[in-house]
């Protein structure tokens, strides 16, 4: 809970509360706006005196006097502020509106909507609401004085909705405010234009017609504002051309051609004037189809220009002008980067390895200064000292993409290169296994046999080979070139594989063995001399 106290000679004539805000309009003209904690965030004046106050959601609606008028009329205005306790200039109705009152009578309520227009209803029982569709206009769209029995009867408006057609209010007897013991009952009435002609079936449709075009208008401007409001907006539509075909049949049935071409022209679109050719054809009004079949044209024309008319307005985007101030802005990476290139600096071979990691970072280079001592287009490459030959320009390389390529996904493997790395780990594995003598499998205990005995005959066949490790690959090599059974023999200690079973312990090969041995591998120590 908390207070504030206004200033000397001032009294609080108006008072309404929104979401997250208060409204308090005082016999000086003065409008203050409080947080709902009690902070004052702004205060204005209004040019007459406050009649009432009425706030939704972050709407504020202020009705006062704007003059005195003619005699026993009254001279309303009404403004509808966006309040966000911050300065803005996004409000729905910021200039003051002439309020429409009855002859002779004064505003009796005035609120919003449960959609969010403005409303206002007087004594008489008018119930009107402020829209655009046909200018900055108010529309009557109900009188509760025909629902009353007796002349001193009325109806307290608590609260209106246009989707749902209906109005909430209490029934008051012989008075203008309801009692409160006992509790009072809520009425519903529903929305009717006061039309000519109600207790006819042609005024009947014309008012339904009105009234869902303007709930059309409403839903389209709730949908771009973010509401679900499709499956209401198509049955409004549905309503629409309802009514109109309803309106187009009487019109035929009364033999007036000329009212029913107006009336398709009314419809919305294409569809519904199809319908209304079926519906000729069927009357046997060839004449009359064949105008309509212009119209239907001509609709079709209508709904592909709203169409275009939409995709502008999203893709629309206003250009900056240089000469103001205001349109200034940061230029982004791309203009800053419009004159420049990035390329790796150069690296030079004889350098030291600081000088190397030093020139790893990418350096930037004017491409305009770049033009005009570069002389080789083709080259591309700038490197820091022209006259140094031994420079070298690293220079990313080009690599082309199919189209079947950018499709797919570049960073997934493919099955034939998902085989072919596998071989790699696999021969990789089997030639760190041999080299390293640490495998207790067949074919690597067999070629350590095999190289134990066939080391010195292999050196004394290749005296120009003199480390250990060329010995190992020549071999290693000869070893390959062995059948199963061969190395099977050497695996077990037996030699060249004949008799390995009865070989108990490792023995040296003898001088006869080792030259069939040499003789059979002439191919490979000619290549492996060469």
């Known amino acids: 809970e908390w207070q504030i106290e206004m200033n000397k000679d001032e009294y609080i004539d108006a008072i309404a509360c929104g979401t997250g805000f208060i409204a308090v309009a005082t016999d000086q003209r003065f409008v203050r706006i409080l947080t709902t904690g009690g902070i004052q965030t702004s205060i204005f004046s209004i040019a007459g005196r406050v009649v009432c106050l009425?706030?939704?959601?972050?709407?504020?609606?202020?009705?006062?006097?704007?003059?005195?008028?003619?005699?026993?009329?009254?001279?309303?205005?009404?403004?509808?502020?966006?309040?966000?306790?911050?300065?803005?200039?996004?409000?729905?109705?910021?200039?003051?509106?002439a309020v429409a009152l009855s002859p002779k009578s004064e505003v009796s309520w005035a609120g919003f909507t449960d959609e969010g227009t403005p409303c206002v209803a007087d004594l008489d029982g008018i119930v009107r609401i402020f829209t655009t569709g046909v200018g900055n206009t108010w529309v009557p769209i109900a009188s509760t004085k025909d629902n009353a029995k007796g002349k001193s009867d009325n109806f307290f408006i608590i609260g209106l909705s246009e989707i749902q057609n209906q109005i909430r209010c209490i029934f008051c007897k012989g008075s203008r405010y309801p009692a409160t013991v006992p509790k009072p009952s809520v009425t519903l009435l529903p929305l009717q234009l006061p039309l000519c002609e109600m207790f006819t079936a042609k005024g009947k449709h014309e008012e339904e017609h009105i009234r869902n075009q303007m709930l059309s208008s409403l839903l389209k401007k709730l949908s771009k504002d973010g509401f679900d409001v499709d499956s209401n907006l198509e049955e409004c539509n549905r309503n629409i051309i309802n009514s109109l075909i309803k309106?187009?049949?009487?019109?035929?049935?009364?033999?007036?051609?000329?009212?029913?071409?107006?009336?398709?022209?009314?419809?919305?679109?294409?569809?519904?004037?199809?319908?209304?050719?079926?519906?000729?054809?069927?009357?046997?009004?060839?004449?009359?189809?064949?105008?309509?079949?212009?119209?239907?044209?001509?609709?079709?024309?209508?709904?592909?220009?709203?169409?275009?008319?939409?995709?502008?307005?999203?893709?629309v985007i206003d250009e900056p002008n240089p000469r103001m101030a205001s349109n200034s802005r940061i230029p982004s990476i791309e203009d800053r980067t419009a004159g420049f290139q990035l390329k790796p600096k150069a690296m030079r071979r004889g350098g030291d390895a600081q000088d190397v990691e030093s020139d790893d970072s990418e350096s930037i280079i004017d491409v305009k200064s770049a033009r005009k001592t570069d002389t080789?287009?083709?080259?591309?490459?700038?490197?820091?000292?022209?006259?140094?030959?031994?420079?070298?320009?690293?220079?990313?390389?080009?690599?082309?993409?199919?189209?079947?390529?950018?499709?797919?996904?570049?960073?997934?493997?493919?099955?034939?290169?998902?085989?072919?790395?596998?071989?790699?780990?696999?021969?990789?594995?089997?030639?760190?296994?041999?080299?390293?003598?640490?495998?207790?499998?067949?074919?690597?205990?067999?070629?350590?046999?095999?190289?134990?005995?066939?080391?010195?005959?292999?050196?004394?066949?290749?005296?120009?080979?003199?480390?250990?490790?060329?010995?190992?690959?020549?071999?290693?090599?000869?070893?390959?070139?062995?059948?199963?059974?061969?190395?099977?023999?050497?695996?077990?200690?037996?030699?060249?594989?004949?008799?390995?079973?009865?070989?108990?312990?490792?023995?040296?090969?003898?001088?006869?063995?080792?030259?069939?041995?040499?003789?059979?591998?002439?191919?490979?120590?000619?290549?492996?001399?060469?």
């Open 247 to 315: 309106l187009f049949a009487m019109a035929l049935g009364a033999d007036r051609e000329a009212l029913a071409v107006e009336i398709s022209h009314l419809m919305p679109n294409k569809r519904a004037v199809e319908g209304a050719i079926k519906f000729a054809e069927r009357q046997k009004r060839r004449t009359l189809a064949q105008k309509l079949s212009e119209i239907a044209e001509q609709k079709l024309v209508e709904e592909l220009n709203e169409l275009s008319d939409d995709e502008e307005e999203v893709e």
């Open 54 to 97: 009425s706030a939704f959601e972050q709407f504020l609606m202020i009705i006062y006097h704007s003059g005195s008028g003619v005699p026993e009329e009254q001279s309303l205005s009404m403004q509808v502020l966006r309040v966000q306790h911050r300065p803005t200039s996004k409000h729905p109705v910021p200039n003051p509106i």
């Open 376 to 530: 080789n287009d083709d080259d591309n490459c700038i490197t820091d000292d022209d006259d140094d030959s031994n420079s070298v320009s690293l220079k990313p390389r080009v690599m082309n993409v199919t189209k079947q390529q950018m499709k797919g996904n570049p960073f997934k493997v493919t099955q034939n290169q998902r085989k072919t790395k596998r071989k790699q780990n696999s021969s990789d594995e089997s030639d760190g296994d041999d080299e390293d003598g640490d495998d207790r499998s067949g074919d690597g205990r067999a070629f350590g046999h095999y190289y134990a005995a066939m080391k010195h005959i292999i050196k004394d066949d290749n005296s120009d080979v003199e480390s250990e490790t060329e010995v190992k690959q020549i071999a290693r090599d000869r070893f390959r070139e062995l059948d199963a059974a061969e190395r099977k023999g050497w695996a077990t200690g037996a030699g060249d594989g004949k008799g390995g079973r009865k070989r108990q312990r490792k023995a040296k090969p003898d001088i006869n063995a080792t030259n069939k041995e040499n003789t059979k591998n002439k191919i490979t120590n000619f290549f492996t001399k060469n």
